[in-house]
């Protein structure tokens, strides 16, 4: 995956495009080990560069200027690597006392976001860019009138690491639904997202998981997905690395 001038310029991207980003990089990585004991997951590398930069990178791309990283497991580790960037800008949230899981962690940045959409990205949410780089279509679907979240998605059968048995069913106007019990459903979570801050109004700092936002959209109807385009690469196991690796270098060849 190629790597992007850590520079940006206001004048070009569209003014809807979100200029903040959440960027999940706190929990333990257990699925990860040996690797996780000794070097948390965000910088563990993939063709020569950590994850959180092959995310940060992507966040430099789309015209992002600031990201909230939050760290927990081996923190300064993580903290003293994503300082050294001169793009985006970074903001540590500091979850060393008490890891917020992903919903809990976005309530402690808030302060950051103001009123604005912002992306919202697990610091191993990597692909392989197609035709429109994912995160402008994001922001490009993004309707603020219609919904409180809008998903990034990867095909189930298709995504290159991955072997479970997806996440989300959408209809032709892109609202979910949870997957049916005992099914496949044709769609994956792929770890980024654009996000509404009043979802979280009214929350207090605690550990809770996003899924509960999740589950509230789709019961209100306002939970939206959009079908990447090209090729999520699951990072989530020493193995996946070297697959991630070998889908990077043959759609460069």
Do not use: C
């Not at 004048?11 to 929990?27: H, S």
């Not at 927990?72 to 500091?94: F, G, M």
């Not at 890891?99 to 604005?116: I, N, S, Y």
């Not at 059968?157 to 106007?173: C, E, R």
């Amino acid at each position: 995956m190629p790597t992007v001038s850590e520079t940006t310029s206001d004048t070009e991207f569209p003014a809807k495009t979100p200029r903040k980003a959440m960027v999940l990089a706190a929990g333990r990585g257990k699925r990860m080990r040996p690797l996780s004991a000794t070097t948390p997951k965000p910088l563990i590398e993939v063709r020569g560069r950590a994850l959180v930069d092959h995310v940060l990178d992507r966040l430099v791309e789309a015209g992002v200027e600031t990201a909230v990283v939050n760290v927990h497991y081996l923190a300064d580790l993580v903290e003293v690597h994503v300082l050294k960037r001169t793009a985006p800008a970074i903001i540590i949230s500091d979850e060393r006392d008490r890891l917020l899981d992903t919903g809990g962690g976005v309530v402690k940045a808030l302060p950051h976001f103001g009123d604005e959409p912002f992306y919202h990205l697990n610091s191993d949410s990597i692909w392989i860019e197609g035709i429109r780089p994912n995160l402008a279509m994001l922001a490009e679907h993004f309707d603020a009138s219609r919904m409180d979240m809008l998903l990034l998605l990867a095909p189930t059968v298709s995504s290159v690491g991955y072997d479970g048995v997806g996440d989300f069913v959408m209809d032709k106007d892109g609202r979910l639904a949870r997957r049916p019990e005992r099914d496949v459903a044709p769609f994956v979570y792929a770890g980024a997202a654009i996000i509404h801050p009043r979802i979280f109004e009214g929350e207090t700092v605690a550990p809770f998981s996003l899924n509960r936002f999740f589950d509230a959209g789709i019961d209100a109807g306002r939970l939206f997905g959009l079908r990447m385009d090209g090729i999520w690469l699951h990072v989530g196991t020493p193995q996946a690395i070297g697959e991630a690796e070998a889908s990077i270098a043959a759609s460069a060849a």
